[in-house]
């Protein structure tokens, strides 16, 4: 069982490592063939145009969409959560619209407003989550397809949908990799 990594651009090699902590592959997905081999899907924190950019130029869309449809976790943090998104404020960006939300970019302020939370997750055990938040977009508006689990003061911060898991926070970037544990577990199934 291998965990993908979306390796196209952005902060692919900190999931990679906290996969690899929870003791299980991690594989980095760059084409299709490398998407083949995997039972979920993290996509990354980076800049979110960027990516979308990649994911057309290296013929991922529809593979990706078509693993979604078959009930592959895919989570996506960050410029993850973005790319998974229905809607993005103002925005006609590439994206997944695979997640019943509408998401507003860098909602937090710039790069050095960012900063580091503990975050109660409905249904999450064992205590509240380290988040850590750099440009980060907010959950703007929840579809009925969605369910929101997660707010800081300024709303919506992590979703779920099915297999699908949407987060404005980067978990990777912190000690706790209980998250990352859960989502190997989902994609065990
Ligand atoms: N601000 C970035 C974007 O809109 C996301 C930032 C991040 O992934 N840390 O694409």
């Given at each position: 069982?291998?965990?993908?990594v979306?390796?196209?651009?952005?902060?692919?090699?900190?999931h990679?490592?906290?996969?690899?902590?929870?003791?299980?592959?991690?594989?980095?997905?760059?084409?299709?063939?490398?998407?083949?081999?995997?039972?979920?899907?993290?996509?990354?924190?980076?800049?979110?145009?960027?990516?979308?950019?990649?994911?057309?130029?290296?013929?991922?869309?529809?593979?990706?969409?078509?693993?979604?449809?078959?009930?592959?976790?895919?989570?996506?943090?960050?410029?993850?959560?973005?790319?998974?998104?229905?809607?993005?404020?103002?925005?006609?960006?590439?994206?997944?619209?695979?997640?019943?939300?509408?998401?507003?970019?860098?909602?937090?302020?710039?790069?050095?407003?960012?900063?580091?939370?503990?975050?109660?997750?409905?249904?999450?055990?064992?205590?509240?989550?380290?988040?850590?938040?750099?440009?980060?977009?907010?959950?703007?508006?929840?579809?009925?397809?969605?369910?929101?689990?997660?707010?800081?003061?300024?709303?919506?911060?992590?979703?779920?949908?099915?297999?699908?898991?949407?987060?404005?926070?980067?978990?990777e970037?912190?000690?706790?990799?209980?998250?990352?544990?859960?989502?190997?577990?989902?994609?065990?199934?």
């Open positions: 069982m291998s965990i993908g979306l390796a196209l651009q952005g902060d692919y090699d900190a990679a490592r906290m996969v690899e902590r929870c003791g299980t592959t991690a594989q980095r997905v760059r084409c299709p063939q490398e998407l083949k081999r995997v039972s979920g899907l993290i996509i990354p924190g980076g800049e979110s145009t960027t990516i979308g950019k990649l994911i057309d130029r290296w013929g991922l869309h529809e593979p990706l969409l078509e693993r979604a449809r078959q009930g592959m976790p895919i989570w996506g943090t960050c410029a993850g959560l973005i790319l998974l998104a229905r809607r993005v404020e103002g925005s006609d960006q590439y994206r997944m619209g695979l997640l019943d939300v509408t998401v507003r970019r860098n909602a937090f302020g710039r790069q050095i407003d960012s900063f580091e939370t503990d975050l109660p997750i409905r249904g999450f055990p064992g205590g509240p989550i380290r988040a850590v938040f750099i440009r980060a977009p907010l959950i703007i508006e929840v579809g009925p397809e969605a369910e929101a689990l997660c707010e800081t003061d300024a709303g919506v911060v992590m979703v779920r949908q099915g297999n699908l898991w949407g987060t404005s926070f980067h978990p970037l912190t000690d706790d990799c209980r998250m990352h544990r859960a989502f190997i577990e989902l994609a065990r199934g």
